[in-house]
């Protein structure tokens, strides 16, 4: 028996000798480490690029819905800047209120909750430029009226503002939902 007990002494020895110098040609812990973190690294690579795509996604797709209404938005705001007579200025506002009736609502949601947010900015937009329609048609049907000062004209002059206001603020909204640029 003690020539047993040697043999196994001896086979103990290497056993732990072997597993001291590394082991049987396996990884070091250095090195299951190092293979662990890089794993790591391209499950985040990963995990961020379909981030990405997925914020692109919802950004062209909320393109898509509200940027014909505001290319409307954008004709009414811009034509103020040069001067529009009342016809003109109802037809811009029906150019809006089409593209507005091709929004497919209940589907901004599902794109994102800041695309449906933008789409309730436009709306105001829409609103207040409408408002405006309300007080110059008032005006027009009260001969004693000069929209081009006075109530009438404060009025127009705040709802421009507001309308362009919310404009810009959709307008912001959307643009936001596009990722980050790298």
Known sequence: ?????????????????????????????AETHAA???????????????????????????VAQLQPFIDALNQVNSRLEVGLNYSDY???LGDAQ???????VDGLADISPKCLDAAAKLEH??????????????????????FSKGTANDQAQQGWQKAGQALKNGTSEVEGLAPAVE
């Open 90 to 92: 109802g037809d811009r």
């Open 98 to 104: 089409v593209a507005y009736d091709k929004i497919q």
């Open 125 to 146: 937009s829409y609103n207040e430029f409408l408002k405006v329609k309300n007080v110059w048609s008032a005006c027009i049907d009260d001969y004693a009226c000069d």
């Open 36 to 62: 662990a973190l890089k794993k790591e690294k391209a499950s985040a690579a990963a995990a961020a690029k379909k981030l990405r795509a997925d914020q692109q996604a919802a950004h062209d797709q909320c």
């Open 1 to 29: 028996m003690p020539r047993f007990k040697s043999t196994l002494g001896v086979a103990i020895s290497l056993v732990t000798l072997v597993l001291a110098m590394g082991g049987c040609g396996g990884p070091s812990a």
